[in-house]
């Protein structure tokens, strides 16, 4: 007994160890360099016309990508779960493609194919005054790239879980693609799809290297440089007030988390609620080995059986089931 | 409403799930589809919903050509086996989603409603989530989700195949009674040959693809058109190479009956009915006799009787 206690204490010991060494510690020091050189060095860090630019950049950024995750996510799981067509899994696997590359890599790629000088459409673009490196839409499109597979792959397993059959069954109803849509299988991966623009949000607001590329980290009059890259600028050139910014895109980023975080747990709450009703009513059958689905049923049930009345009394109705 | 489903063909891959179908069923009645898994009868429902697409043939729905039709605008009524509930909806909105898709008043689709709750007993599960009932529970819900929509026909898809042996049985009886109500053309499909039997007016069973035969339960049973539906429908023994009920193969101890010489192998009681294994000449048929009958022929394992097809 005993034994077992400390080996449990031990267990729980290096887990929080763990934990601490590799998270909480570095968050306390950000924490702690934030706060040590005082309020007036902190609004300065934070107010300056460079960091508002980056701040401004970084939420244009962050939208924008999420915005289109949380479609295109939705759209490919649907794609990949709902229909069999030939390269599919080729589709799946190509999908979680971003995690694995580097962000340095899809930078380089995307500037070696929209890169003003020698990129594959870079000049036909350029000609057309359209441009995408060193200024927003690359930055979008490599913030989206790298984030990408986050929305999709928390919704394809519900997707998957789930099945077609209570979209089957709305159409049978009557309900359009759209209805069917907004109606059944959108709250169905509601929760999930939430998570998954958390997580696609968390990951938009920090990347570092593939906008680092793609940018070019211009500041200035064209500033392109997002919070993350000013951060790394300001550390760089051990200028004042890196842990500041950084301080506040984890806050930022936890407070997301949690509100999320709260959200589901009252979700959750909420759906499990009602199931104490359910034990109530079959408190007095307890003691019946049978199986409690089993019985409540045969309570219905021998009450459809004993009650012809009820059945009678919508007699008059039937007329309108025809 | 009437259903007429002409040459119907449809193949997955290479697998031939229906072969040029025909099939008629009239207005009102409780038609079972009944054939073994992978005969092609779920198959057939679900082009009749509209689920599936023939890929030849037609299928007519009260005189109009509905194969081109998409099942959201058939007015069909449709259970699957697995129910599938509306999970974040409660049994209220489960039941009143096909009206609020169809935009009818709000106080139309309360009584409308509450008046199906009453029919299926679910009244007092209303505020419910489909995961705080039981599996008959969930399937009277569909049921009753399916009804509200006043569809021109309704469709099973195995309705109690999830479900115990128990609750499968109450809703059978109940769903033969609902239909005595509510006498809307109702195809269900099933692999079991006794809830076919006990619930539908008309029976047809279908096997690779192909409907085998149609008929009264009655008429199925008695006059079976093929070895296959014979020995679906009910246990078959073989007597001169013949296949018989065995509740059909009369045994005689009287030696001026006419029949086959036999000899009796082995006796064995399951409740009231006795089985009787024989041996007739190589042939093993065995016979379905009451205990009384066992006891009045004085039955023994060794004894040498004559035996009889009665039909």
Do not use: C
């Not at chain 1, 204490?9 to 160890?17: D, E, F, K, V, Y």
């Not at chain 1, 998270?23 to 007036?40: A, I, R, Y």
């Amino acid at each position: 007994m005993d034994s077992r206690r400390s080996t449990q204490l031990i267990r729980r010991t290096i887990a929080l160890l763990y934990v601490g060494v590799l998270v909480l510690v570095p968050l306390v020091v950000v924490t702690w360099k934030t706060v040590s050189p005082g309020p007036s060095a902190f609004w300065k860090a934070i107010s300056s016309d460079q960091a508002v630019t980056a701040f401004r950049l970084t939420a244009e950024i962050a939208l924008a990508s999420v915005a289109l995750n949380a479609v295109f996510g939705v759209g490919l799981g649907l794609l990949i779960t709902r229909y069999r067509f030939p390269g599919r899994r080729l589709l799946s696997a190509l999908a979680d493609l971003p995690l694995s590359v580097s962000p340095i890599v899809v930078g380089l790629a995307l500037v070696l194919v929209y890169g003003p000088v020698d990129g594959w459409f870079g000049s036909t673009l350029d000609s057309a005054g359209i441009k995408i490196i060193f200024s927003l839409p690359g930055m979008i499109l490599a913030t989206t790239f790298v984030s990408f597979p986050l929305v999709l792959r928390e919704v394809v397993p519900v997707l998957a879980e789930e099945g077609i059959e209570q979209e089957q069954a709305a159409r049978v109803l009557g309900a359009s693609a759209w209805q069917r849509f907004l109606r059944i299988t959108l709250p169905i991966i509601r929760p999930a799809l939430l998570y998954g623009i958390v997580l696609s949000l968390a990951r938009s607001i920090g990347e570092y290297g593939a906008v680092l590329v793609v940018s070019g980290n211009v500041s200035g009059a064209d500033q392109t440089q997002t919070v993350p890259l000013l951060v790394g600028e300001r550390v760089q050139q051990l200028e004042p007030g890196a842990f500041q910014l950084a301080f506040l895109l984890i806050v930022v980023t936890v407070l997301v988390i949690v509100l999320v975080f709260l959200r589901r747990r009252e979700n959750e709450s909420k759906h499990s609620e009602p199931p104490a009703v359910v034990l109530d009513d079959l408190a007095l059958s307890a003691a019946d080995p049978a199986p409690t689905a089993l019985a409540l049923d045969r309570a219905a049930s021998n009450d459809a059986a004993s009650n012809d009345v009820a059945l009678d009394s919508v007699a008059p109705n039937k007329g309108g089931l025809r | 409403m009437s259903i007429e489903v002409s040459s119907v063909g449809k193949r997955f891959g290479s697998f031939v799930a229906l072969e040029d179908v025909d099939l008629t069923v009239a207005d009102g009645r409780l038609t079972a589809l009944l054939g073994p898994s992978g005969g092609g009868k779920s198959t057939l429902l679900r082009i009749i919903g509209g689920l599936e697409q023939p890929d030849s043939g037609t299928v007519r729905i009260n005189g109009k050509d509905a194969t081109r039709v998409p099942p959201q605008r058939r007015n069909v009524g449709f259970v699957f086996q697995h129910y599938a509930a509306f999970k974040h909806l409660s049994v209220y909105r489960n039941v009143a989603f096909g009206l609020e898709i169809r935009k009818r008043p709000k106080a139309e689709i309360r009584a409308r409603v509450n008046e199906l709750l009453a029919l299926v007993h679910l009244e007092q599960f209303a505020d419910r989530l489909p995961e705080q009932l039981s599996g008959g529970q969930r399937q009277r819900m569909a049921l009753a989700r399916a009804l509200a929509v006043e569809p021109s026909v309704l469709l099973l898809d195995e309705p109690f195949g999830a479900l115990d042996a128990q609750v499968r049985k109450e809703l059978r009886d109940w769903l033969r009674r609902l239909h005595d109500e509510v006498h809307v053309t109702t195809i269900f499909v099933t692999h079991d040959q006794e809830e076919a039997l006990e619930v539908a007016d008309e029976l047809v069973v279908i096997n690779h693809g192909r409907i085998e035969q149609v008929g009264t339960p009655a008429d199925v049973y008695d006059k079976p058109a093929n070895d296959f539906v014979m020995s679906f429908l009910g246990p078959v023994t073989k007597l001169g190479g013949r296949l018989v009920r065995p509740h059909d193969l009369e045994i005689h101890t009287d030696g001026t009956a006419e029949g086959t010489p036999a000899e009796v192998t082995g006796l064995q009681r399951i409740g009231f009915e006795v089985r009787v294994t024989l041996d007739a000449n190589g042939e093993q048929p065995w016979s379905q006799v009451t205990r009384a009958q066992a006891e009045a022929l004085r039955l023994a394992v060794g004894q040498r009787v004559w035996i009889r097809a009665a039909v």
